[in-house]
């Protein structure tokens, strides 16, 4: 089984965007080194892996809309993107943001089910600390 280990809320305004979810949920919102990115931290989280230390908890990002992602969505972990990426097409559905690498982090795509919905998967390429 492939687990839900992130999420990611597009903005048109960012700084109205962190308020929101820093006063109204508490979380931290902090930008991510070198991109345009806003990690949203939700929970007690390791600080050498940035992964949840609460089970089932899970951390998010921040990041502009695009035409691939104008509502909130969630991230799959798996074990490969292209592998996965196979299964979707092969059971309806189809990649609307073409694998791309994320620093030496991972890799990510974002995929439409077969209902329309857009969600993104992600692969792990090494355990990473700081």
Not at 51 to 67: Q, R, V
Not at 85 to 112: C, H, N, Q, W
Request: contains cysteine; negative net charge.
């Amino acid at each position: 089984m492939n687990k839900v280990m992130h999420f990611e809320i597009p903005f048109d305004d960012q700084e109205r965007a962190q308020k929101f979810y820093q006063d109204v949920f508490g979380w931290q919102i902090n930008k991510f080194a070198d991109m345009d990115y806003y990690i949203a931290t939700t929970c007690k989280t390791d600080p050498n892996t940035m992964m949840p230390t609460e089970p089932g908890a899970i951390n998010g990002g921040l990041l502009k809309k695009d035409p691939t992602g104008e509502h909130p969505l969630i991230v799959i972990d798996v074990p490969s993107v292209d592998e996965h990426i196979k299964k979707i097409e092969s059971a309806g559905g189809k990649v609307v943001m073409p694998t791309m690498k994320v620093g030496d982090f991972g890799l990510y795509a974002r995929v439409a089910d077969t209902e329309g919905n857009v969600i993104g998967i992600w692969q792990l390429l090494k355990e990473h600390s700081h």
